[in-house]
Nanobody
């Protein structure tokens, strides 16, 4: 499985960006997908994740810091997962990474170590 993240950039506070994570090698329907971010000098943190259980909507979960502002979604035809980021704040500045893995017993969606497949990261800078 290969992941290619894109869509980062420089935006003013209050603005929006839509990150993309293109999946190749496997259908994303078989995988839980997540976004993590790493700010300068800090550890990589969970942002959002989604998994599907035979339905079309899926189950999504978000970090408290982005709830109500970020939305994770997918396009099955394009085999791509998106992170729509609205009302951006300077503290959202980070390199954003997409990740994937097959759900399994005990899989929480939230932990970096649960994911074996990672994209290369896309940088988001929010100016005040």
């Amino acid at each position: 499985v290969q992941l290619q993240a894109s869509g980062g950039g420089l935006v003013q506070a209050g603005g929006s960006l839509n990150l993309s994570c293109a999946v190749s090698g496997r259908s994303l329907n078989a995988y839980a997908m997540a976004w993590f971010r790493q700010a300068p000098g800090k550890e990589r943190d969970f942002v959002a994740a989604i998994r599907w259980s035979g339905d079309t909507t899926g189950y999504a979960t978000y970090a408290d810091s982005v709830k109500g502002r970020f939305t994770i979604s997918r396009d099955t035809e394009k085999n791509t997962v998106y992170l729509q980021m609205n009302s951006l704040k300077p503290e959202d500045t980070a390199v954003y990474y997409c990740a994937a893995d097959r759900p399994r017993s005990g899989f929480t969606l939230l932990k970096e170590l649960e994911y074996d497949y990672w994209g290369q990261g896309t940088e988001v800078t929010v100016s005040s």
